[in-house]
């Protein structure tokens, strides 16, 4: 299928085969804007980020491929640090969209100690003027276990993991905490909480809709249920948590990292991409799927998909193109 950009921004077309006689196409396309804090508006930068073909490393976390035909929601993403004015022992850093609001609670370094009692306590937090919101700051890690080493299954670039009390004396708890789940004991195990993307954000859907069925020992579900649940997943950026419902396009945006602070409003993306296969036309619009805020340069990269499938019959025109209607 030939494809046409008419947005001037970074944009890309995938197919591929459904069946015998069908083929499914998606479409991602990604703008980068400037964040303008004092007039609460966004510009276009000359900063581009790619759609990705393959999955991209950065310092914060991995980006998955966007070579994929189902995603649900708004990935919302945060790649930067909470900052504070003057030394704090804690603060919270926030992304808001519309009615979705998700905050992660930010910690001076803590350690598990003995107290008077010889019991074991978190230490007092350590002040800080600056956190890393990403995955090696959230609770995860590596521990021993009859000499094997053992990995957190979601997060074993973390740090907190304690298999038992002898162990964990001295064991760094995580920086980064869901206010939902606070750390009280070494042997609480919460879901780790970060602002930073993900490349395998399956185990993570796993566990968030085997909780909601409430399955467990005792109440598993048979092989065909399962499969249906996995089928349900989707790949994103960004854990379930931090996946904001479907937006209009037109949502305000605050953003708090610490005392750093960002309000504006989305302009109203209003992309469509006109389908033509042999006779037959057809409009397709664009959801946006993924806000990624860049706090150091003020970024925020957006991106947007849309899907259809067609017929394949030998010589007729496939052709698609974006463009974005006027407001």
């Not at 919270?92 to 979705?100: E, K, L, P």
């Not at 001076?108 to 007092?124: F, H, I, K, P, Q």
């Not at 939902?180 to 602002?195: E, G, H, K, N």
């Not at 566990?207 to 065909?224: A, L, T």
Request: charged share 25%.
């Amino acid at each position: 299928m030939d494809f046409l950009n008419d947005t001037g921004w970074e944009a890309r077309l995938f197919t591929g085969v459904i069946d015998d006689e069908q083929i499914g196409a998606w479409l991602v396309a990604r703008a980068t804007f400037e964040v303008d804090p004092s007039r609460g508006r966004l510009a276009p930068s000359e900063a581009r980020w790619p759609v990705f073909h393959e999955k991209v490393d950065t310092r914060y976390g991995t980006f998955p491929s966007d070579n994929h035909p189902m995603h649900r929601g708004c990935d919302l993403v945060v790649l930067g640090r909470a900052r504070c004015r003057q030394p704090a022992e804690r603060c919270d850093a926030s992304f808001s969209v519309g009615d979705f609001h998700r905050t992660i609670r930010v910690i001076g370094d803590r350690r598990w100690v003995r107290d008077a009692r010889g019991e074991l306590v978190a230490s007092a937090p350590t002040p800080f003027t600056e956190m890393p919101l990403d995955w090696t700051r959230a609770y995860g890690g590596r521990a021993a276990s009859h000499g094997e080493p053992v990995e957190h299954p979601l997060n074993p670039k973390g740090r907190g993991v304690c298999l038992d009390e002898a162990s964990a004396e001295g064991v760094s708890l995580p920086n980064l905490e869901d206010p939902s789940m606070p750390i009280a004991t070494w042997m609480d195990s919460p879901v780790p909480a970060a602002w930073g993307p993900v490349d395998r954000s399956l185990p993570w859907q796993l566990g968030d809709r085997v909780k909601q069925e409430g399955w467990g020992p005792g109440n598993e579900p048979g092989q065909e249920r399962f499969n249906a649940l996995v089928r349900t997943c989707t790949p994103a950026a960004s854990v379930p948590r931090n996946v904001a419902p479907e937006l209009r396009g037109d949502e305000r945006v605050r953003i708090a990292l610490g005392d750093d602070r960002w309000d504006f409003a989305l302009p109203g993306f209003n992309l469509r991409v006109d389908v033509q296969v042999g006779d037959e036309r057809f409009v397709r619009r664009t959801s946006v799927s993924g806000l990624w805020f860049l706090a150091d340069t003020q970024l925020l990269v957006v991106t947007f998909r849309s899907r259809w499938r067609y017929r394949m019959r030998p010589r007729e025109t496939r052709a698609a193109r974006l463009h974005a209607l006027s407001a």
